[in-house]
């Protein structure tokens, strides 16, 4: 460890603290955000602020054949020897609306109820949660996580939780709901700092949300509107759902090994100096009314024998009824959507896959012994998430409003274009993609909302350098996910809250800042390296993902 002293070493880190606290309660910053976009909104259209939709296309010129002699189309050339590009206008202008006129106040009055029950979050959290919550009131989860820390060695408690924070992405969103309580009740059991728990496993949920040893919902999501850009400037290009894959699944291990140095070298040490009411480490065994590390009794290992058995057998039977044809989950979901029926339906599977063992291991253990206690065990899980649908609330109407007001293609359009004039070359101006991309996330956490505006102008753009359109989505993907663990307006932050509460009950929005700023710095700078060695490694993305694209008429 540094003999530098912990108040000057980490001065910058607590003083991100003492200013974030000073934020609003989630839910609160959220209503600040909504007026804030009612007056720029206003604001704007009195200005007259518009912008143009643009895309790139090669600059052609006429050439006469030095062989034949006959004129043809050739690009032209410049000084760097890349094609020259101008941006062309399409569409029709863009330019703000105001939410203060009369239009403007009764369609926020007309859609309140709709923002609110159209917000993503909010039904992966309900639904969720009813299974989650009724397993861990039933005391699965104690249990299993007894088991689990009597094989897994404490010091290994990190990388598992960055780790297993990473993979639940395969379940949506489930991962922030699930994992977050877990990690710190593991590492306050064993003597150490919960919080640092809950940072370890936020960072692997959260700014490692891309990565993942297997395809999840969002490749082919990301990968239709990577497509559309693509085809701006080849029609018929077609690009695969798993273009990525190979490299997301090693950024898989890099983030774990990144995430597990990062918590041991800068979270826990300053994590340490707190007090156990602070959230600082406790002595080990210190929450041994929550949650011990000791030897299952009888009961509970005969209950969680058999939970385990059933889900081992649900399990199995998912597994078969993605492969077996004709079965509800097995082939592609729906019209509109690339994604198979299973991942569709994660949701659902993860909600009966808690509860089913939950209620076995309850009525195995006593927990529960009618219907009775199955409404009152939900009820009381649903009950914890009311933080939740506030903060759903408040944030449906903003993310509602901004997107009315037009003040997102603005900001996106406006950006884009300065970055697409900026003459860099490929890879700086990929290096720029990515910080952009990073502080474009601060405002607009969805990673499809972003993409829907960006891929159409830097997808074509990259193409004409010869950048394929899979390593633009693989750039963008790791600079989407980096700085979703450092804005206060991720909607998940709620939850991550409240499991710091728990702990720490003066913990605010500051706390979880400062907490998350190492990775999230750790995170794009290791991550963007890893990219751009491995681009000039010349390695493939992964099946179809190759790295530089080849217009059809060149590779003829």
Same mark, same amino acid.
């Given at each position: 460890?540094?003999?530098?002293?912990?108040?000057?070493?980490?001065?910058?880190?607590?003083?991100?603290?003492?200013?974030?606290?000073?934020?609003?309660?989630?839910?609160?910053?959220? #209503?600040?955000?909504?007026?804030?976009?009612?007056?720029?909104?206003?604001?704007?259209?009195?200005?007259?602020?518009?912008?143009?939709?643009?895309?790139?296309?090669?600059?052609? &010129?006429?050439?006469?054949?030095?062989?034949?002699?006959?004129?043809?189309?050739?690009? #032209?050339?410049?000084?760097?020897?890349?094609?020259?590009?101008?941006?062309?206008?399409?569409?029709?202008?863009?330019?703000?609306?105001?939410?203060?006129?009369?239009?403007?106040?009764?369609?926020?009055?007309?859609?309140?109820?709709?923002?609110?029950?159209?917000?993503?979050?909010?039904?992966?959290?309900?639904?969720?949660?009813?299974?989650?919550?009724?397993?861990?009131?039933?005391?699965?989860?104690?249990?299993?996580?007894?088991?689990?820390?009597?094989? #897994?060695?404490?010091?290994?408690?990190?990388?598992?939780?960055?780790?297993?924070?990473?993979?639940?992405?395969?379940?949506?969103?489930?991962?922030?709901?699930?994992?977050?309580?877990?990690?710190?009740?593991?590492?306050?059991?064993?003597?150490?700092?919960?919080?640092?728990?809950?940072?370890?496993?936020?960072?692997?949920?959260?700014?490692?949300?891309?990565?993942?040893?297997?395809?999840?919902?969002?490749?082919?999501?990301?990968?239709?509107?990577?497509?559309?850009?693509?085809?701006?400037?080849?029609?018929?290009?077609?690009?695969?759902?798993?273009?990525?894959?190979?490299?997301?699944?090693?950024?898989?291990?890099?983030?774990?090994?990144?995430?597990?140095?990062?918590?041991?070298?800068?979270?826990?040490?300053?994590?340490?100096?707190?007090?156990?009411?602070?959230?600082?480490?406790?002595?080990?065994?210190?929450?041994?009314?929550?949650?011990?590390?000791?030897?299952?009794?009888?009961?509970?290992?005969?209950?969680?024998?058999?939970?385990?058995?059933?889900?081992?057998?649900?399990?199995?039977?998912?597994?078969?009824?993605?492969?077996?044809?004709?079965?509800?989950?097995?082939?592609?979901?729906?019209?509109?959507?690339?994604?198979?029926?299973?991942?569709?339906?994660?949701?659902?599977?993860?909600?009966?896959?808690?509860?089913?063992?939950?209620?076995?291991?309850?009525?195995?253990?006593?927990?529960?012994?009618?219907?009775?206690?199955?409404?009152?065990?939900?009820?009381?899980?649903?009950?914890?998430?009311?933080?939740?649908?506030?903060?759903?609330?408040?944030?449906?109407?903003?993310?509602?409003?901004?997107?009315?007001?037009?003040?997102? &293609?603005?900001?996106?359009?406006?950006?884009?274009?300065?970055?697409?004039?900026?003459?860099?070359?490929?890879?700086?101006?990929?290096?720029?993609?990515?910080?952009?991309?990073?502080?474009?996330?601060?405002? #607009?956490?969805?990673?499809?909302?972003?993409?829907?505006?960006?891929?159409?102008?830097?997808?074509?753009?990259?193409?004409?350098? &010869?950048?394929?359109?899979?390593?633009? &989505?693989?750039?963008?993907?790791?600079?989407?996910?980096?700085?979703?663990?450092?804005?206060?307006?991720?909607?998940?932050?709620?939850?991550?809250?409240?499991?710091?509460?728990?702990?720490?009950?003066?913990?605010?929005?500051?706390?979880?800042?400062?907490?998350?700023?190492?990775?999230?710095?750790?995170?794009?700078?290791?991550?963007?390296?890893?990219?751009?060695?491995?681009?000039?490694?010349?390695?493939?993305?992964?099946?179809?993902?190759?790295?530089?694209?080849?217009?059809?008429?060149?590779?003829?």
């Amino acid at each position: 460890m540094s003999s530098t002293p912990p108040s000057s070493r980490f001065s910058l880190l607590d003083a991100i603290e003492w200013a974030g606290n000073k934020l609003p309660d989630p839910a609160m910053l959220f #209503v600040w955000c909504c007026l804030v976009v009612i007056v720029l909104s206003a604001v704007s259209t009195e200005l007259g602020w518009s912008v143009q939709p643009v895309r790139p296309e090669a600059v052609m &010129q006429t050439v006469t054949d030095p062989q034949t002699g006959a004129s043809r189309q050739d690009y #032209v050339i410049d000084a760097n020897g890349r094609r020259e590009v101008r941006l062309v206008e399409v569409g029709d202008p863009i330019a703000s609306r105001s939410l203060l006129t009369s239009d403007g106040i009764f369609w926020m009055l007309r859609t309140m109820v709709r923002n609110f029950v159209d917000f993503p979050p909010l039904g992966v959290v309900l639904v969720t949660m009813l299974g989650v919550g009724l397993a861990e009131r039933a005391g699965l989860i104690g249990a299993l996580l007894k088991a689990v820390m009597l094989v #897994v060695p404490a010091r290994f408690f990190t990388p598992m939780l960055v780790f297993l924070g990473i993979q639940s992405s395969m379940g949506a969103d489930s991962g922030y709901v699930v994992l977050p309580p877990i990690a710190a009740l593991m590492f306050k059991s064993v003597g150490r700092s919960p919080l640092a728990g809950v940072a370890a496993v936020f960072a692997g949920i959260s700014a490692g949300f891309s990565s993942n040893l297997l395809v999840t919902s969002l490749d082919p999501l990301l990968g239709s509107l990577t497509q559309t850009g693509a085809r701006v400037i080849e029609p018929g290009y077609e690009l695969n759902a798993a273009c990525n894959w190979w490299f997301l699944a090693a950024s898989t291990f890099l983030l774990t090994l990144v995430g597990w140095a990062v918590t041991d070298l800068f979270v826990e040490p300053r994590l340490s100096r707190r007090g156990p009411d602070d959230g600082g480490p406790a002595q080990p065994g210190a929450g041994a009314s929550e949650l011990r590390a000791e030897r299952l009794s009888a009961g509970e290992s005969r209950a969680l024998l058999y939970a385990s058995s059933v889900l081992g057998v649900m399990l199995a039977g998912v597994l078969a009824l993605i492969f077996i044809e004709g079965s509800p989950i097995y082939g592609d979901g729906m019209p509109d959507s690339r994604s198979p029926r299973w991942i569709i339906a994660i949701v659902p599977i993860i909600f009966f896959l808690f509860l089913v063992p939950g209620l076995v291991y309850g009525v195995s253990i006593g927990t529960i012994r009618s219907g009775r206690d199955v409404a009152k065990l939900m009820s009381d899980a649903l009950a914890s998430t009311a933080p939740v649908i506030v903060l759903a609330f408040f944030a449906g109407q903003f993310i509602a409003y901004f997107k009315y007001s037009q003040l997102d &293609q603005l900001l996106a359009y406006s950006l884009g274009k300065l970055l697409a004039e900026s003459g860099l070359p490929p890879l700086l101006l990929l290096a720029a993609f990515i910080v952009l991309v990073m502080v474009l996330n601060i405002l #607009v956490s969805s990673a499809s909302a972003k993409w829907t505006l960006l891929a159409p102008v830097f997808v074509p753009i990259f193409m004409l350098m &010869q950048v394929s359109p899979e390593l633009t &989505q693989a750039a963008y993907r790791l600079a989407d996910s980096c700085t979703n663990i450092v804005t206060p307006l991720n909607a998940y932050l709620v939850l991550i809250l409240a499991a710091c509460r728990t702990h720490a009950p003066k913990s605010g929005t500051g706390t979880i800042i400062s907490m998350m700023t190492p990775y999230s710095i750790v995170f794009a700078i290791v991550w963007t390296t890893f990219l751009l060695g491995w681009a000039a490694l010349g390695i493939d993305l992964g099946p179809g993902g190759g790295l530089v694209y080849t217009p059809p008429s060149a590779a003829n």
